[in-house]
């Protein structure tokens, strides 16, 4: 079956240093990927998106990096703070009317103070 | 403001009794979509609508119903016959043909 997985179940990161959270997907055929953030207790939410089309997309302060040659997609976080303590999860979509994302485990991200 | 609410935040069942978790949304997006969340896991999804009066089974359907009267709601019934109910329930939309979607706040159901 299609899976999405994640490396590393926690990381732990110094206040103000940069983060960088793997997945790896193995549906070569996947061509739409999304990072979302769930703090505790709350609702997934959107960080950044990539097409595969793309193999780089910047927005606030995070980075999307997709490489298709590995199947692998990474978040980076630059200058890490307390507030990006949560839940990262990566999610992916094949083409076509039907599809639906599929999800990773997630990721713990722990900032230290 | 436009969102996703869901209701309610917590609920307590007793084995044996059929619970409905409420998703409404004012965002006029198509798609609706159940999701359960299990520590440790990724999000499973349970139920999705494309359209009003339209509904497909998830990956984990079993022990769970749906109905999709209305565009705005999308209500999700545990039954009895769930075996493992206790779980984060996520409900989230989407305009069905772009990936991103938007969750709601989540309900917790805990059996006793």
């Known amino acids: 079956g299609e899976s999405v997985g994640l490396h590393l179940p926690t990381l732990s990161v110094q206040e103000g240093d940069n983060s960088i959270i793997n997945c790896a997907y193995s549906?070569?055929?996947?061509?739409?990927f999304i990072w979302y953030k769930q703090e505790s207790g709350k609702g997934p939410q959107f960080i950044i998106d990539i097409r595969s089309n793309m193999d780089k997309r910047q927005g606030q302060r995070v980075t999307v990096l997709l490489n298709k040659t590995v199947k692998h997609l990474s978040l980076q976080i630059a200058a890490t703070q307390p507030g990006d303590s949560a839940v990262y999860f990566c999610?992916?979509?094949?083409?076509?009317?039907?599809?639906?994302?599929?999800f990773g485990k997630g990721i713990t991200l722990s900032v230290r103070p | 403001d436009g969102g996703i609410t869901q209701s309610p935040k917590y609920l307590f069942r007793k084995e044996g009794q059929n619970v409905t978790l409420s998703c409404e949304q004012n965002?006029?997006?198509?798609?609706m979509y159940w999701y359960r969340q299990d520590p440790g896991q990724g999000l499973r999804l349970i139920y999705y609508?494309?359209?009003?009066?339209?509904?497909q089974k998830g990956d984990i359907a079993e022990g769970y119903s749906v109905s999709r009267e209305k565009k705005e709601s999308f209500p999700l019934t545990v039954t009895s016959a769930q075996k493992n109910p206790t779980a984060f329930y996520l409900c989230?939309?989407?305009?069905?043909?772009?990936?991103?979607?938007?969750f709601g706040e989540g309900s917790r159901l805990t059996v006793l």
């Open positions: 609508s494309q359209i009003v009066n339209d509904f």
């Open positions: 989230a939309s989407n305009w069905g043909w772009t990936g991103e979607l938007f």
């Open positions: 549906n070569s055929a996947s061509d739409y």
């Open positions: 965002l006029n997006h198509d798609a």
């Open positions: 999610a992916e979509k094949t083409p076509g009317a039907n599809s639906k994302l599929t």
